[in-house]
């Protein structure tokens, strides 16, 4: 038994339990309370042979160091906890941090492609950046678009991944991760669960080899702090520091603190979001200026619609929700994909990803819902830009064409 851990590790405990105490196990025994930020670009030793032996055995393994840090390229002990933290919510058996979610994703390619096999197959939609480095093929690898149902038939011998977003950005389309799983075979399934949250899904138990984040998002909380995490087995976590060591992508100590403080408040943060979001959304689905109502069937706090009047004149309109691009924060945020986070993808593969021009990409926060439904309907109604606004007709009256309601 470990001495800091009290016997309880072998207890499964709750999501939130875990949310709170993962990555902290040790605190009560080193007479801590919150968790150390150590801001160490460097560590001295006097033993330089040891630690060529150090540095020689992470080259060769990619294991995390035992004992001291070497360099903070290598390993930081406050990012290690955040890693810790999020593997175990996510049910993993490692977590390896970078600097972004791109940056994450960019390590995946990387450490697949190392391997010699090139080739992606991947489900639209995906985020707009992710899509483009994929179809651009920056880093050298090949990708072929399908849905999943034609999964099977486009894995290759050199088929290193299969890529998909669920619920994905930003119509929130939800596939089947086991069903996926399945049609992968051998090849690693990597599923974008940056929407979901680990709280709503966790993807390696329905088979997913690889789990992707953009922690800038929920798994920070607050809109200030960036990052990404990729939740894996320790054989490819091992891959994987080696590329971030070499690559340098590395995520700030300051970046693991706020993200470790955003994991011990995100199970209540993504329910109490969801529950409003759901309120939205039942809401929405009886307006009559919306065409469309986009909400997966597993919940959440990510919402988009398609409206019938002119996108950009609700972007103009918010006054309490914030038109800017991201999600996940505790304030409400709205934004046009077409415009912003898809504005990258070419337009008509955009299109046949079911983003329309139309749709409006909101990410609720834990503002009281009567709020928000005040501005954001206030916003729907806002005349088009430029005109009076005693000239603006209200609602259109034509009938809603799809409204999808909440699903639970
Ligand atoms: C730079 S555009 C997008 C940022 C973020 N990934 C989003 O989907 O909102």
Redesign the pocket.
């Given at each position: 038994m470990d001495a800091m851990d009290h016997g309880l590790s072998a207890i499964p405990r709750a999501l939130a339990t875990e949310a709170v105490h993962a990555g902290r196990e040790d605190l009560a025994g080193l007479g801590l309370h919150a968790p150390p930020l150590d801001l160490s670009t460097t560590y001295p030793s006097y033993d330089a042979r040891a630690e060529a032996a150090r540095i020689d055995e992470f080259a060769t393994t990619g294991a995390r160091l035992d004992g001291p840090p070497v360099y903070a390229r290598l390993d930081n002990p406050t990012v290690a906890r955040f890693e810790d933290a999020l593997a175990r919510l996510e049910g993993a058996e490692a977590a390896v941090a970078f600097a972004s979610?791109m940056a994450a994703l960019t390590a995946v390619l990387l450490a697949r492609a190392s391997q010699g096999l090139r080739h992606v197959v991947a489900v639209r939609p995906l985020?707009?950046?992710s899509d483009h480095l994929l179809d651009a093929g920056l880093l050298g690898t090949e990708v072929t678009w399908t849905d999943p149902a034609g999964v099977t038939d486009a894995l290759r011998p050199d088929t290193c991944l299969v890529v998909v977003e669920s619920p994905a950005?930003?119509t929130l389309a939800e596939a089947d991760i086991r069903a996926l799983a399945h049609s992968c075979g051998s090849v690693p399934l990597l599923v974008d669960n940056?929407f979901a949250t680990p709280v709503l899904q966790r993807p390696v138990e329905q088979g997913a080899r690889i789990v992707l984040h953009?922690a800038?998002?929920y798994l920070g909380g607050h809109g200030d702090v960036m990052g990404g995490v990729v939740a894996c087995d320790e054989e490819f976590a091992r891959t994987l520091r080696q590329i971030r060591f070499a690559t340098g992508g590395v995520l700030h100590p300051l970046a693991g603190y706020l993200l470790l403080r955003g994991l011990s408040t995100l199970p209540v943060r993504v329910r109490a979001a969801s529950s409003t979001a759901a309120e939205l959304v039942r809401r929405l689905a009886t307006d009559p200026r919306i065409a469309r109502v986009h909400y997966p069937r597993i919940g959440g706090a990510m919402i988009a619609f398609e409206v019938y009047g002119d996108p950009h004149d609700v972007i103009a309109g918010v006054r309490l929700i914030t038109p800017a691009?991201?999600?996940g924060s505790v304030d409400t945020?709205i934004?046009h994909?077409a415009s912003?986070?898809?504005?990258i993808v070419a337009e008509g593969d955009r299109r046949s990803a079911g983003v329309s021009d139309r749709l409006l990409?909101m990410?609720v926060g834990l503002e009281d819902v009567e709020d928000l439904w005040r501005d954001l309907t206030q916003a729907l109604s806002a005349p088009p830009a430029g005109s009076l606004r005693a000239a603006a007709p209200a609602a259109s009256g034509r009938p809603v064409a799809m409204p999808r309601p909440a699903g639970r």
């Amino acid at each position: 038994m470990d001495a800091m851990d009290h016997g309880l590790s072998a207890i499964p405990r709750a999501l939130a339990t875990e949310a709170v105490h993962a990555g902290r196990e040790d605190l009560a025994g080193l007479g801590l309370h919150a968790p150390p930020l150590d801001l160490s670009t460097t560590y001295p030793s006097y033993d330089a042979r040891a630690e060529a032996a150090r540095i020689d055995e992470f080259a060769t393994t990619g294991a995390r160091l035992d004992g001291p840090p070497v360099y903070a390229r290598l390993d930081n002990p406050t990012v290690a906890r955040f890693e810790d933290a999020l593997a175990r919510l996510e049910g993993a058996e490692a977590a390896v941090a970078f600097a972004s979610g791109m940056a994450a994703l960019t390590a995946v390619l990387l450490a697949r492609a190392s391997q010699g096999l090139r080739h992606v197959v991947a489900v639209r939609p995906l985020y707009g950046c992710s899509d483009h480095l994929l179809d651009a093929g920056l880093l050298g690898t090949e990708v072929t678009w399908t849905d999943p149902a034609g999964v099977t038939d486009a894995l290759r011998p050199d088929t290193c991944l299969v890529v998909v977003e669920s619920p994905a950005n930003p119509t929130l389309a939800e596939a089947d991760i086991r069903a996926l799983a399945h049609s992968c075979g051998s090849v690693p399934l990597l599923v974008d669960n940056t929407f979901a949250t680990p709280v709503l899904q966790r993807p390696v138990e329905q088979g997913a080899r690889i789990v992707l984040h953009s922690a800038t998002k929920y798994l920070g909380g607050h809109g200030d702090v960036m990052g990404g995490v990729v939740a894996c087995d320790e054989e490819f976590a091992r891959t994987l520091r080696q590329i971030r060591f070499a690559t340098g992508g590395v995520l700030h100590p300051l970046a693991g603190y706020l993200l470790l403080r955003g994991l011990s408040t995100l199970p209540v943060r993504v329910r109490a979001a969801s529950s409003t979001a759901a309120e939205l959304v039942r809401r929405l689905a009886t307006d009559p200026r919306i065409a469309r109502v986009h909400y997966p069937r597993i919940g959440g706090a990510m919402i988009a619609f398609e409206v019938y009047g002119d996108p950009h004149d609700v972007i103009a309109g918010v006054r309490l929700i914030t038109p800017a691009v991201s999600l996940g924060s505790v304030d409400t945020l709205i934004q046009h994909p077409a415009s912003i986070s898809h504005r990258i993808v070419a337009e008509g593969d955009r299109r046949s990803a079911g983003v329309s021009d139309r749709l409006l990409r909101m990410s609720v926060g834990l503002e009281d819902v009567e709020d928000l439904w005040r501005d954001l309907t206030q916003a729907l109604s806002a005349p088009p830009a430029g005109s009076l606004r005693a000239a603006a007709p209200a609602a259109s009256g034509r009938p809603v064409a799809m409204p999808r309601p909440a699903g639970r």
